[in-house]
């Protein structure tokens, strides 16, 4: 199972960021997959999780800013990041659930400057 995420990089306050995970290994069209995040010295959090049937679910402190979403014949999920805000600032990894075990990507940063 692989998990590959990209799209993080600096942007200022206000910004926007798409960011992309390409998934490998798993029947993608019937899992949930979800993005979580971990910011510096703090506990990794969930952000937006995205069902089978595209049902989605967010943090509060991202309702209203970021959009999840999938394509399954890509094997991919999406997360569009409007508004950002310096808090939003840290590593964020894509995740799965598959076979009883969580599998993590390698993480790609966002970072905000106010």
């Known amino acids: 199972v692989q998990l590959q995420a990209s799209g993080g990089g600096l942007v200022q306050a206000g910004g926007s960021l798409k960011l992309s995970c390409v998934t490998a290994g798993i029947n993608f069209r019937i899992n949930t997959v979800g993005w979580y995040r971990q910011a510096p010295g703090k506990e990794r959090e969930r952000v937006a999780t995205?069902?089978?049937?595209?049902?989605?679910d967010y943090a509060d402190s991202v309702k209203g800013r970021f959009t999840i979403s999938r394509v399954n014949i890509r094997n991919t999920v999406y997360l569009q990041m409007n508004s950002l805000k310096p808090e939003d600032t840290a590593v964020y990894y894509c995740?799965?659930?598959?076979?009883?075990?969580?599998?993590w990507g390698r993480g790609t940063l966002v970072t905000v400057s106010s």
């Open positions: 995205i069902t089978s049937g595209s049902l989605t």
């Open positions: 995740h799965v659930y598959f076979r009883e075990r969580d599998y």
